[in-house]
């Protein structure tokens, strides 16, 4: 199975350029959510998803924006990026709602913002 | 506020136990998780802990007190493999995690 799957891999991107990053899980997962992950922070959380058509802002959604209109994708869109966004994003899923079970992580994106 | 402290470093010998410690500060509690990861990759799940006391699951165990605000991650018989960072995670009230920053182990020969 693929789980959740992350795209691109890494990617530099000038700014004030627009950048979407795709996630796609085939678990039917209801909760979905995209965090960054910098140096010495914790992973923070930018948007989630509890279900499909559903969204809410996390701890850093500003500069950020993600859609949830299937169950499967969840992608999230820099409008304009800024250098401070360059980071790990992970996206990542959870069977229930509640923060109370296991998340399973895709295998991250590496944004540089130049 | 929620707050997570764990220590930023520990460094073990092969073979050797490692207890890796976790303390936090929420408003109301909804279990403490124990996430592994290695370097380059994604974090992946170890325990989840909601009641007091000890939970065993192969070489790896997990204990909590929730009067201490107060978590713990054993690791025993320890391999080289497991050298990663291991990530502490409380939800908050909104059933949102809030994370640690991390605790890398180095493990040597």
């Known amino acids: 199975t693929a789980g959740i799957t992350q795209a691109p891999t890494s990617q530099i991107l000038a700014a004030g350029r627009s950048m979407t990053l795709r996630c796609t899980q085939d678990m039917r997962h209801n909760a979905m959510y995209w965090y960054r992950q910098d140096l010495g922070l914790g992973l923070r959380l930018i948007h989630y998803?509890?279900?499909?058509?559903?969204?809410g802002k996390g701890e850093v959604p500003d500069g950020y924006s993600v859609s949830r209109a299937n169950t499967d994708d969840f992608p999230l869109t820099l409008a304009s990026a800024v250098p401070s966004q360059t980071s790990v994003y992970f996206c990542?899923?959870?069977?229930?709602?509640?923060?109370?079970?296991?998340?399973?992580f895709g295998e991250g994106s590496r944004l540089t913002v130049l | 506020g929620q707050n997570i402290d764990q220590p930023t470093e520990m460094t073990a010998t092969e073979g050797a136990i490692v207890q890796i410690n976790c303390t936090y500060q929420t408003s109301g509690f909804n279990g403490l998780f124990w996430y592994q990861q290695h370097a380059g990759e994604a974090p992946t799940f170890l325990s989840y802990?909601?009641l007091d006391g000890l939970e065993e699951k192969g070489r790896f165990s997990s204990f909590l007190s929730r009067s201490k605000g107060y978590s713990y991650l054993l690791l025993k018989e320890l391999q080289m493999k497991d050298s990663a960072s291991y990530l502490c995670?409380?939800?908050?009230?909104?059933?949102?995690?809030?994370w640690g920053a991390g605790t890398k182990l180095i493990i040597k020969p």
């Open positions: 990542a899923s959870m069977a229930g709602q509640g923060a109370t079970g296991e998340l399973f």
């Open positions: 998803s509890n279900t499909a058509g559903t969204t």
């Open positions: 995670a409380v939800p908050d009230r909104d059933y949102q995690l809030i």
């Open positions: 802990n909601v």
